[in-house]
């Protein structure tokens, strides 16, 4: 084989094999039910290659042997019809029975949406075009693209949708779960240790499907009650010239027709809630990270990192943008 022949799959193989590993990888499950389905995944894997590696070996056994006529190991016709008969009859019906009752009735069971009474509390997840809100019922706690969630503790998640079709995906936490009009569909969160774990929405829903992805970050109980805490207090108040001009801007401009900062007027659910946004370690749904020249660029042109979004370039000049971005990142 010449060597352009051998790079493209090559490369393809490398493109396939960086998509494991990261944040956001079925196959290093940090939960029970994605350990069972990352262990089926492992023997049917397994399985698989076996099975083919076997047909491989007799094709060619096969081919080296096409020109005699008798069977190879001085096996008699009855013997080899009734290997026929075993490893493509009798084999298949039980191996797919076997993964049939293993993935349809130990997995599926182990990963479907938990009993109202076996959850510590419930999470209500909104998808939107394009970004994730995320409340918390019962505590005023609002927030978007960023769910945190207390270790070892069963998480109920109610998925709706404001718009179209999207569907929730954590994939070293569970299944996937589609948010559809009109339904309320529940996936369990429940992780076995601590860290942050990528999601992404798994339903083509429009042109910036790809930029509408979350952060789960599995906090110790103590901390995640801190933040939970702090998520359910309003907005404070600004300390500073730049950061009150930054917040009447806010106010006075098209920003809170669409956003929410509780403790102020703004009250729109149309883009993310705000309130506690400078705590947030990405913007714009884990597309460009939190930090107050990224926070600039995405008012000044949201168009550009994220066509199709519905936030409007105001044309603000320089000055009402830096203070917004002062006010806007002081919202711990
Ligand atoms: Cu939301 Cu794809």
């Given at each position: ?177 589609d948010l ?25 829903c429009g ?107 105001l044309g ?17």
């Open positions: 084989m010449s060597t352009p022949q051998i790079r493209l799959p090559l490369l393809l193989f490398v493109l396939v094999l960086a998509g494991c590993g990261g944040r956001q990888n079925t196959l290093d499950p940090a939960s029970k039910q994605e350990h069972a389905i990352s262990t089926l995944w492992w023997v049917m894997l397994t399985g698989a290659t076996i099975g083919f590696a076997v047909i491989l070996l007799l094709l060619l056994l096969g081919w080296l042997r096409r020109n005699r006529p008798n069977l190879p190991f001085g096996l008699g016709e009855r013997t080899a019809n009734g290997i026929v008969v075993v490893m493509g009859v009798a084999l298949p019906i039980a191996l797919l029975s076997l993964l049939f009752f293993w993935s349809d009735v130990y997995v599926i069971r182990k990963t479907e949406a938990p009993k109202a009474s076996s959850t510590a509390f419930t999470i209500d997840v909104v998808g939107h075009q394009w970004f994730w809100e995320i409340r918390y019922p019962g505590t005023g706690a609002v927030t978007a693209n960023e769910l945190h969630i207390p270790v070892n503790t069963r998480v109920n998640v109610v998925g709706t949708t404001a718009d179209v079709i999207h569907s929730f995906w954590v994939p070293a936490l569970n299944r996937k779960i559809i009009p009109g339904r309320r569909n529940r996936v369990l969160l429940d992780a076995d240790r601590t860290g942050v774990f990528r999601g992404q929405c798994a339903e083509f042109l910036q499907h790809a930029h509408m992805a979350l952060l789960v970050f599995v906090q110790s109980r103590p901390a995640f009650r801190d933040w939970l805490a702090g998520m359910a207090r309003p907005a404070r108040a600004p300390t500073s010239q730049p950061e009150r001009l930054g917040r009447r801007v806010f106010l006075a401009q098209a920003c809170s027709g669409c956003h929410a900062i509780r403790g102020t007027p703004a009250r729109a659910r149309v883009g993310p809630d705000l309130t506690h946004v400078g705590s947030r370690t990405t913007l714009a749904s884990v597309t460009i990270p939190n930090d107050p020249a990224s926070l600039a660029a995405w008012i000044r042109d949201p168009q550009h990192p994220k066509p199709g979004n519905k936030m409007p370039a603000l000049p320089e000055p009402q943008i830096r203070a917004l971005v002062a006010y806007l990142e002081s919202l711990k």
